[in-house]
């Protein structure tokens, strides 16, 4: 008999649960986020989710196939800092590296509007603090030559005192060490045979890449999250086998994926971001089962919204990301923010209303919370236009003050001389065209057009304004999840095990003849690498899809574009001219035509591989003939004021609940579900698709 | 037409964007470490007038520069067809660049027809030809010794490079890829930006787009002149030296009094020398970009940099033939980080002494000035595959300006450029044949203070693995006199410093197994002080030593917290010495306890502080005063002001020092001191002829300012409040 898989996601404030069984959902439910006992909200929700099913927690445990977690734990350990007491062994002389950080970290992660205050500017507080630091003497160049060899003793010594000192985890980074191991290979092993409950990593095994600041503030991070990724998975793997579980815990990641218990706690910042990452994976799965290839991502939660694409089928990828200041290693799924949420405070200036960047966060939260609240925000804006039902709002357990929503607009609307719902129009406007500049240039950097994309919405504030954003956009197409306030919970199950691994190798164009057999070489061993990791983890090579990748860019250029190889490693005799030209067509695609300059000359920089294996889930269109057409009607209406009409209408409004595949809803109307409320402007059409979604087709466009 | 104001924020949002986006295109595509790590560019959109809008925040330093070159073009082109799909470059000083590396496209934004904006970028190119490897030319008199100039030129038709053109603008040049490579940079750019124009113009109408576009400025400038009306009157002063002139090691004056009268802001540069017979010059654009960089960062911090909104406020007074001021044919191509950077350097000081009064926001954006002045090498040689190169090393980040209320950013960059990041170690060895033997924070370069400014960076390098000799070029300013001035109390940070070593025993300490990790243990066997501008041949076995200078502190050093400055001397900022002399902190003691040994070494440095006042005696001619009116408060004194009189007092004991429009000094007690005083470092500047003067409270002995002067130049009067 078929078995289900649960998917858990811990988020800011909820904890979400997603249950699939055949590929489909059979279940989802939402539990408040437990700060300080982060594993005790993941059994609530589990609970509640068993609840649903009419089961108990052990009946529904035992019956569950895998369980795949999501978890804020090694991004609230690093941006609270609260993370293991930490030290750090380099090279002798550049004990400061991490602390100067390149001098970017005081930007590190602003906005362009941020960065104009310059006297706002703070470095980071420390990981490591300078006392924790000590530098090792030895010395090796760019060719990997020994120009001083490793101070045996002097070394064992810092190493000592670090752990007298009561460090819980060690890092040690050397420079050169990704071209020459040798002294730090050494240097760990001692350390792990001298102090083995210590947590220690060398740069060389977590990031063998060029750069020391880089490197080493990966292999600080990495060192930082370790001892709380350790405590914490140990803490819910007995919970959840004290429930009765007894099979494998999947950890989703941040590049696009699940991984092993193992493999995370040698490598934690995996963890970082996976919820996101996790709502990104799901949407890739969403397009490859539409039939879309080029989908926009859009999550609209409390505070931020978020945009990530779908292209071509694959996400976009960020190879340096920044967590509390500092940058790290670690490919991960790029998505692009900015603070424009349901809690993004509405304010006036010379008589123009701005919304956020400010928000009134979950305390004291929307003027219409009733918590104390007097800033205007855009929840108490969707309210005052009538977008939101007071009663309904998070399935009922909230209930939402239209007479206090109004009444901060309309402190906002005294300034400028406005009416409350003039403000609220405003504003509905202005931050409607704030999400959909931040879509744009998503989607214009990496030299596309956003017309050629389908919308996806989820989180909980997002499907209210997505009609909208699309129609700034001049898209035509909008879809909206039925799980769309579990999203990231549902996007953990839509993959499978990957792994990723990469290798700094530096060739430069013209190239020898023995080139590209040194780049074949080097990802033949990337894969071997791979491979071994997955058959510790019982998955064969035939089940694993690799995509080898290789990073080109002009000569000179900071940043390289990656190009895959796939077709180009089964090429006989290849040549690494034809690799230079894919990337030439990869460059001027993104940067427009005539951007590229061959005469620069070509570099490859690093190597990288991904596996994935097969999916855990196998999520498909339902059968065709589950769609029926019927005459849909219904009794529920409330007053809505439309900014794209001239005054309030009587709008019908359905419950989710009530909908079928097959159903048609063309607008004005509102659909009001459990965790959001979908709005259909007159310009659309909604419709419910054959897995659920409600899909929205626009008049549109431009 | 006017618009209507939703449409206005939807649109002017969707601008910001675009001109920040552009400067990420022209960045992504750019080679040059200069402009992807140091951000040496600037972008800019432009109203059809080419006023600007929006100036991305990389390198305040440039904002204006689009634009002046935006009105050349029109100006020149007066008459002649200028189509959609052109664009033009210049790097000429005359005409809207700072130096000869500034190379600036612009490019007319069209919707059909119709001209509905400009935009541009200007961007730092590697080398753009002459004597000089790198551009900043050393021991060459005039202008026809350095980088050519290249006049506005229309240099892209139908979005196509004309390769003649191309041609002729990189041919001088050392970097004729990488100029290449940012010349594509900068059109990539500029072309994105017409398709956003043009999907604007398409759903809102090129008529909303010109509207907004007058609107943005019009809302901009009301704004800023609010916040300027609401600054004192009065008057307020700067002073900073220039080095060495590229030719002979002469230094030069930059003199800035700020006055600001009602909406106004003066900046009058008299007593500023005559300009140089040497590279370090710059044009009124460089005297101009320098005083717009600093106002934009000082009152703008959050509004839109809009070049358009501001520069009608200031009123810039100086005489032609002067150092930041200079008319052809004088050298300019050291402008950007000599005269031009003088000038921000002497405007931030003036605004922050200023808006230091200001009882709304602009007291938060307070600084002591930052180490401004660019240190750093230009090395030409021959790779190891035998191919010449030419490169610069730019990863010495100066210390940040203490903050009324918090220190300065240690290892901080730049000032006016936030986003400017160094370079790593394995980056320049990668690519140079150097060997670095460390690269740290410098100890005691901060300038002490109760808030402290942020320590510079030092340095060793020695050639390793040479293939054939290399050349070095190494520009410095703040060789002489510490350049970042303190406030209200503050001391200076340190000088810039560059050793060469020529016999080291670097490499025999290697092979000993020894890291050489400090030039106090001997292995300098001679070190020879290199001037602030220097070109030289460097062989294996020597070394050089670089430290970046630290920013200006904040109040006197005697106030800043006991653990403060523990914590400091634990981390390797401040050495136990400094925290002795200057901030009274005997750190290293056995004689009771750390609070009791500081109360009576602070004791006794406060006794030390006294002498004659550069004016009258204290408190003279002061009258009784009742307080019935406004009261503002700096971190040195107290402002009173009534209906009759402004009085200031120490902020300390309350003690009356002077009326408006006098300036506190003429009663405060004068110490001087050797510079070194403030830091060991400055024991390595040329500066002989430099001395430290304070000025403390000549009743509580506390410190309300501090300067470092030449022996010859009368007192800086700096402050001069206006009664109303």
Sequence with gaps: MPRHIIGIDVGGTFTDCAVLKDGAVIATAKSPTMPGAIDEGVMNALAVAAEDLGLSLREFLQGAESVTHGSTVVTNAIVE??????????????????????????????????????????????????????????????????????????????????????????????????VQARHEQWLVETCRARHPGVYVLASHEVAPLLGEYER??????????????????????????????????????????????????????????????????????????????NVICADMGGTTFDVAAIVD????????????????????????????????????????????????????????????????TITDVDLTLGFLNPGGFLGGRKLLDEGLARDALQRVGDQVGLSAVDVALAAFTVVNAQMADLISRTIIEQGHDPRDFALLAYGG????????????????????????????????????VTHLTQRAVTLRSPFDSGADDQLAGALAELRHELTASFSQEGIAPGEIAFEPTVHIKYATQPRAIAVPVADWLATPDPGLARLSGQFEAAYSKILGEGSGHALAGFEITKCSVTGQARNLADISAAPADRMTTRALTTTLQRKVRFPDMAQAVDCPVFRGGDLRSGDQLPGPCIIDRMGDTIVIPAFAVGRIDAVGNVVLELENGQ | MTVDLVTYEVLRHRLWMINDEQANVAMQVSGSPVVYETKDLSSALMNPDGDGLFVSAHASRLALCTQYVAKTVIERFAGQPIRPGDAFITNDPWAGAIHQNDVAMVAPMFWQDTLVGWTGLVMHEMDVGGATPGGLSSGTADVFAEGPLIPPVKIVENWLLRPDLEAWAIRNSRTPLLNGLNLRGRLAACRRTQERFTQICARYGADALLAVQSEMIDRTREAIRKRIAALPDGAWRAET?????????????????????????IFDFEGTDPQAAGGINCTEIGLESGVVGSALTMLCYDLPWSTGALRPLLEVRSQPGTINNATHPAGVSHGTVAASRATAHVALAALSKLCALSSGGLASQVEA?????????????????????????????????????????????????????????????????????????????????????GVGTELVVTPHKLAAPLSVTVVSHGAKQPEAGGLFGGFPGSVQVRLLMTETSALEQFKAGATPNDISKEFVRSATRLPAKARLGLREGEALLFVRGGGGGVGDPLERPIPAVVADVQSGLVSKEIALTLYGVPVAGDAGTLDERTRHQRDLIRAGRGGASPGAAPGAGVEAFNLDGR?????????????????IRCRGCGLQLAHSPADPKVCLEETKSPIALASPWNVYGDTEHVELRQYACPRCHRLAGVDARRVEDETLFDFSYVHE
Excluded at chain 1, 340 to 357: E, L, M, Q, R
């Design chain 1, 81 to 178: 800092r609260r993370g293991a007491k930490t030290g750090l062994l380099t090279t002798m002389g550049f004990e400061d590296t991490i602390i100067i950080g390149k001098a970017i970290q005081k930007a590190a992660g602003l906005s362009e509007r941020e960065l104009t205050n310059q006297a706002g500017l703070r470095n980071p507080v420390p990981l490591v603090p300078r006392h924790l630091i000590r530098g090792v003497t030895e010395r090796i160049d760019r060719d990997g030559d020994i120009v001083a060899p490793i101070d045996e003793a002097q070394a064992i010594a810092a190493l000592d005192d670090l752990v007298a000192q009561g460090v819980e985890a060690i890092a040690v980074c050397f420079l050169w060490s990704f």
């Design chain 1, 216 to 293: 080493t503030s990966t292999t600080v991070l990495h060192c930082y999250a370790g001892p709380a990724v350790i405590a914490y998975l140990g803490r819910l793997e007995q919970k959840l086998a004290q429930a009765g579980y007894d099979g494998k815990l999947l950890i989703a990641h941040a590049s696009g994926g699940v991984t092993t218990v193992g493999d995370i706690l040698r490598k934690p910042l995996l963890m970082l971001d996976s919820g996101p990452a996790s709502g990104v994976v799901g949407a890739r799965r969403f397009a490859a089962v539409g039939g879309q290839n």
């Design chain 1, 313 to 376: 089928g694959g996400f976009l990828v960020e190879e340096e990301p920044v967590i509390g200041q500092y940058h790290y290693l670690l490919p991960k799924i790029a998505i692009k923010s900015i603070g424009a949420g349901g809690g993004s405070i509405v304010w006036s200036d010379v008589g123009v209303i701005h919304v956020g960047p400010r928000s009134a966060g979950a305390e004291p939260g929307p003027a219409c919370y009733g918590q104390g609240g007097q800033a205007a």
């Design chain 1, 461 to 496: 504030a997002g499907s209210i304004h997505v009609a909208y954003l699309a129609q700034e956009l001049g898209l035509s197409t909008v879809y909206v999840s039925p799980s769309a306030s579990v999203f990231s919970a549902l996007g953990m199950l839509c993959g499978g």
């Design chain 2, 241 to 265: 030296l220039l080095d060495h002139n590229g030719v002979d090691d002469i230094a030069y004056r930059v003199a800035l009094t700020l006055s600001k009268q009602g909406e106004r802001l």
């Design chain 2, 369 to 453: 000035n930052w180490t401004a002045g660019y240190q750093g090498m230009t090395l030409n040689g021959v790779d190891k595959e035998g191919e010449p190169f030419t490169g610069v090393t730019l990863d010495q980040p100066g210390g940040g300006g203490a903050r009324i209320g918090s220190d300065g950013l240690d290892t901080g960059g730049v000032p006016g450029g936030p986003t400017f990041g160094t370079t790593n170690v394995e980056t320049y060895e990668k690519i140079y044949p150097l060997l670095y033997l460390y690269r740290r924070q410098a100890v005691d370069s901060g300038g002490a203070g109760r808030f402290r400014g």
């Design chain 2, 631 to 647: 009261s503002e408060i700096t971190t040195a004194y107290a402002v009173e002001v009534s209906a009759s009189a402004t009085l």
